[in-house]
C-alpha cells in the first residue's frame, strides 16, 4: 500500500537462494502437482517486517504486519490482512485486506494476465528472486503451465489487496497495484515487490514468520466491509 507517485527508477534483488530440503506435496487427478505442504503457511499466521516505499527524493521503509485469514491450497487461494506501521500520514496503522493467488501451474501461472501487468513485468519481477531462476526458460514458454512444483521448497504468490479496512480511500495510499511475493517452506520468510505502474517500482516486502500468537493486530479488532 505505497504512496502513489510517478517514478523510473529500480532496486536491486536482495533475496537469497537456498538449497532448502524439499517438502510433501499432493498430486490431483488431472496431474498437476500441489504447492508443498507448509506448517508455516496456515490460517492465524503471522508474519512481521517491512516495506521499502523508497523514492529518489527519500529513503523510508514501513513496519508492516500480515495475518493470514484463509488459505485453500487445492484452488490456489488465500487471503489476509495487512497493516501498516508508522505511514506518515496516517493518524492510525492502516489495514487492508488482500486475496492471493498461489502459482501452482493448475489454478494460476506466472503470468498475471490482468491488473497492468504484462508478461515481460512478469518476468522482470519473478527474476528478483533467485529461487525463481530454476524456472525462468520454462515460464517464457507457458508461463510454468508444464513445471512440476512439487516438492519445491518456495512457494509463489501474487497478492492484491482488496479494501482499506480502517481508513478510508482518502489515506493517501494506493492498493491499486499488486504484491510477487516469494513463500519459503523453510523458514517461513517472505519476500515480495509491490507492482503498480503509477508507483515507485520494486518496493520490496520482506517479512518473518512470528511465533507470537498476539503479534501485530488482532484481526477481529476491525469492522471488515
Known sequence: MPVRVEETSSSSSTSSSSSA??????????????????????????????????????????????RI????????????????????????????FWEGEIVDGKNYTFF?????ASSEDDIRHWTKFPSFQPFLEQVKVDGGKSLDLNNYPYIFMR????????????????????YYVCFSCTDGSINGFYYDPNSSPFQKLELKSTNEGRSGFSFSSYELQ
Open 21 to 66: 530440503p524439499s517438502q510433501l506435496s499432493g498430486e490431483n487427478a488431472s496431474g498437476h502437482t500441489s504447492p508443498p505442504v507448509c506448517t508455516l503457511l496456515t490460517v492465524g499466521q503471522a508474519f512481521s517486517g517491512t516495506q521499502n516505499v523508497s523514492s529518489i527524493q527519500k529513503d523510508e521503509a514501513w513496519r508492516v504486519n500480515v
Open 69 to 96: 485469514q484463509g488459505c485453500d491450497l487445492d484452488h490456489g487461494y488465500l487471503c489476509g490482512t495487512m497493516e501498516a506501521l508508522n505511514v506518515p500520514m496516517a493518524d492510525t496503522p492502516v489495514v487492508t
Open 112 to 116: 498475471t494476465g490482468k491488473w497492468e
Open 159 to 178: 497478492w492484491k489487496e482488496q479494501y482499506f479496512v480502517n481508513v478510508g480511500t482518502d489515506c493517501g495510499l494506493t492498493i491499486a497495484g499488486f
